[in-house]
């Protein structure tokens, strides 16, 4: 089993930056891919961006080119780092790691706001 444990949330104006940091432990070996899903108050879940083993990356629309996934193998941690944040990224931030056998780990959430 794989457990992850997120950091790195806070309240930020718009147009300001935060890095989130997920790190894993447990089975990490198993895993295949990582990423950050986000639910803002009201709203189901969202996939914001992944990143897999091999270093491939998927971001959501809504985020693309102001968001960036990036993982240390060595550390068993993935980064997002959010640029240009708008008052509507505002949200739970969720970590999770996919495993070779398809089954899912998440985090317990960091909490992002933008707001002035």
């Known amino acids: 089993q794989v457990q992850l444990v997120e950091s790195g949330g806070g309240l930020v104006q718009p147009g300001g930056s935060l890095r989130l940091s997920c790190a894993a432990s447990?089975?990490?070996?198993?895993?295949?891919?990582m990423g950050w899903d986000r639910q803002a108050p009201g709203k189901g879940r969202e996939l914001v961006a992944t990143?897999?083993?091999?270093?491939?990356?998927y971001y959501a629309d809504s985020v693309k080119g102001r968001f960036s996934i990036s993982g240390d193998n060595a550390k068993n941690t993935v980064y997002l780092q959010m640029n240009s944040l708008k008052p509507e990224d505002t949200a739970v931030y969720y970590c999770?790691?996919?495993?070779?056998?398809?089954?899912?780990?998440w985090g317990q959430g960091t909490q992002v706001s933008v707001s002035s």
């Open positions: 999770h790691a996919v495993s070779m056998t398809g089954f899912n780990s």
């Open positions: 990143i897999s083993k091999s270093g491939s990356t």
């Open positions: 447990g089975n990490t070996f198993s895993i295949n891919a």
